[in-house]
């Protein structure tokens, strides 16, 4: 295969870098055939697409779409301007709204973690049920579990000390919040109380304590 | 350079982790650098009784697959500064490693320990395959049961195929009161069924039960599984110690009771 068409991935789109030393029809008929060759592995996704290495017309930009979409599975729902400057704007605006929809918002989870099963969430989660020991639920914001905590839990995954973990029957194996960790004592308690608590980052440290009003006072989202 | 022995059995249930877990505490108490690597994807144990589950940050995979050093995935034990644990995941199955990374893996350690234990899985699947692979020499479990003895018989002749004939043999759980009504093989039965030397052999020990509960290996213990297990260390180590006859066993746990009983 010659490199006149070379794909690259991004996060949400493809850039075709495209040579500009052959003639436009050659060069439609190898945009055709990679993306021929490639389809199957391209699936059927919605992509943006970036052309780069070659000025093309805009309506040579919408022909070589037309070549795709019909050489392949693949959607190409828009065609982006190669400006580094203007990517730099949208991931940052992207990011931005990403992070504030982890803190803030939440989906629930109904039945109880087993060992080995893992639960990992972009945003906080909400359990109903137990996780158990040597399951493990990590979430990039908060955790609750309406049950018992005896298993792993990991709030604040991407490195947020904000993030905290309830239990209504907290004897978790290992928690961590943000790059922290903090394990189980060797010995176990002789007369554990089941009763709500919650675990929090303070200064490097995680504590646990039961959750009454001025502990849920100093909870920031 | 130090040595990789392998615990297996073929059956589940017998006592390989238990043993594993006792056998390498018992050499580090005996002065040796020690790692016991749990090699049951899927179904970890070894931590548990050891007491070192709430430690886990990294894991036999995870080494595997370079996602962390070596050094970051072993686990110190809480009693003897010289015992490591490499435990296993609990997410991922037997088909995350090969055989091939296992052995490169027991290679590496073998540098700066004495001895690398490896807790195998029951059966002969792909578990048994990397368990095995780095193998210098094995220790089978088996209890004085026939299923059981038909399956070490398996696992040594699958060992054998393999080239590791450095071969020993563990019976446990033994009663001896079963074995003197002629209700239970004895260990001079299992050896005769198996033709393998026998390093060891364990009682039935209601102590064990508590020991892995409460996730502190027994050995070196008053306990009689306790004696038992280092003697067995004391043997891996190439020292001559006496075997404990049944009936001696016996009477000594007469004794035993005798004394609880006056006070």
Request: aromatic share 4%; net charge negative.
């Amino acid at each position: 295969m010659k490199n006149t068409v070379v794909m690259k991935g991004t996060r949400s789109g493809i850039i075709l870098v495209l040579d500009d030393k052959i003639s436009y029809d050659e060069l439609k008929l190898d945009v055709a055939e990679k993306f021929r060759t490639s389809a199957e592995f391209l699936g059927a996704a919605q992509k943006a697409i970036t052309f780069q290495g070659r000025r093309l017309t805009e309506a040579q930009k919408l022909e070589l779409v037309d070549v795709i979409h019909r050489h392949c599975n693949l959607n190409i729902v828009c065609i982006m301007e190669d400006d580094p400057a203007m990517e730099q704007a949208f991931r940052q605006s992207m990011e931005r709204t990403l992070i504030e929809k982890e803190a803030n918002s939440g989906q629930f989870f109904k039945g109880s973690l087993r060992s080995g099963q893992v639960l990992d969430v972009e945003t906080s989660i909400i359990i109903i049920g137990d996780v158990k020991p040597g399951a493990k639920v990590v979430s990039k914001g908060n955790i609750i579990i309406l049950g018992a905590l005896k298993g792993n839990a990991y709030a604040g995954a991407d490195g947020n000390t904000n993030a905290f973990v309830v239990a209504l029957d907290m004897q978790p194996i290992q928690i961590r919040i943000a790059d922290t960790i903090a394990r189980s004592p060797d010995k176990p308690e002789r007369n554990h109380l089941k009763e709500t608590k919650i675990a929090f980052w303070l200064e490097g440290n995680i504590y646990i304590e039961p959750l009454d009003k001025d502990v849920m006072n100093d909870i920031r989202l | 350079m130090g040595e990789v022995i392998v615990i297996t059995s073929g059956k589940g249930g017998v006592g390989k982790t238990t043993t594993t877990a006792n056998v390498g505490t018992g050499l580090a108490m005996l002065g040796k650098k020690v790692v016991l690597i749990d090699t049951d994807i899927g179904l970890r144990n070894l931590d548990v009784v050891m007491g070192l589950e709430n430690r886990i940050v990294y894991t036999l995979v995870d080494v595997v697959e370079n996602t962390c050093r070596i050094k970051q995935a072993l686990i110190k034990d809480k009693r003897y500064p010289n015992l490591y644990l490499l435990p296993s995941a609990q997410t991922k199955d037997k088909t995350a490693v090969s055989p091939e990374q296992m052995k490169k893996l027991a290679d590496e350690l073998r540098d700066e320990f004495d001895y690398i234990l490896m807790d195998c899985p029951a059966g002969i699947e792909q578990g048994f395959k990397n368990a095995i692979a780095g193998a210098d020499r094995a220790l089978i479990v088996t209890t004085p049961e026939v299923s059981a003895v038909r399956d070490a018989d398996r696992i040594i002749g699958l060992l054998d195929a393999n080239d590791i004939r450095d071969n020993h043999l563990i019976v446990n759980r033994l009663r001896t009161d079963m074995v003197r009504e002629g209700n239970m093989l004895s260990s001079e039965d299992v050896v005769e069924l198996l033709g393998i030397d026998l390093i060891g052999v364990v009682p039935d020990d209601e102590q064990i039960v508590i020991a892995t509960n409460t996730g502190e290996p027994l050995v070196g213990s008053e306990a009689k599984a306790g004696k038992a297990y280092m003697n067995i260390c004391k043997r891996v180590l190439g020292e001559e110690v006496p075997f404990l006859d049944l009936e001696e066993t016996k009477s000594f746990f007469e004794k035993f009771k005798a004394i609880f009983k006056k006070s």
